[in-house]
């Protein structure tokens, strides 16, 4: 089984800036689509950006120009780089794993605990 393990989280001022990191515990990710969402209370899980197994990557609207989403399948790792945060980035961010080779289709098999993000 795939243990997802997302690491970065805090508490950080509007306009500063996180790096989420999510590790593997298997060598998924040369074969897999790694995806990060997020949660805030009250409102629905969001894809906020994903990294296929091509290094394609893609974001939602809201966080275009201000994330980037990188891997680092040496180090079985898939960052997420946070800038020019906004009180409406805070949330529960997730990172989870779509095992297939190609584009992704979102349809994630395995998901970390989460890690919490909070902008003042």
């Known amino acids: 089984d795939v243990q997802l393990v997302e690491s970065g989280g805090g508490s950080v001022q509007a306009g500063g800036s996180l790096r989420l990191s999510c590790g593997a515990s298997?060598?998924?990710?040369?074969?897999?689509?790694v995806g990060w969402l997020r949660q805030a209370p009250g409102k629905e899980r969001e894809g906020v950006a994903a990294i296929d197994s091509d290094g394609i990557e893609s974001y939602t609207d809201s966080v275009k120009g201000r994330f980037t989403v990188s891997r680092d399948n040496t180090n079985n790792t898939v960052n997420l780089m946070m800038s020019s945060l906004k009180p409406e980035d805070a949330a529960m961010y997730y990172c989870?794993?779509?095992?297939?080779?190609?584009?992704?289709?979102?349809?994630?098999?395995?998901w970390g605990q989460g890690t919490q993000v909070t902008v003042s």
């Open positions: 989870a794993v779509e095992v297939v080779v190609g584009i992704c289709r979102y349809e994630y098999n395995y």
């Open positions: 298997g060598s998924i990710y040369g074969g897999a689509c």
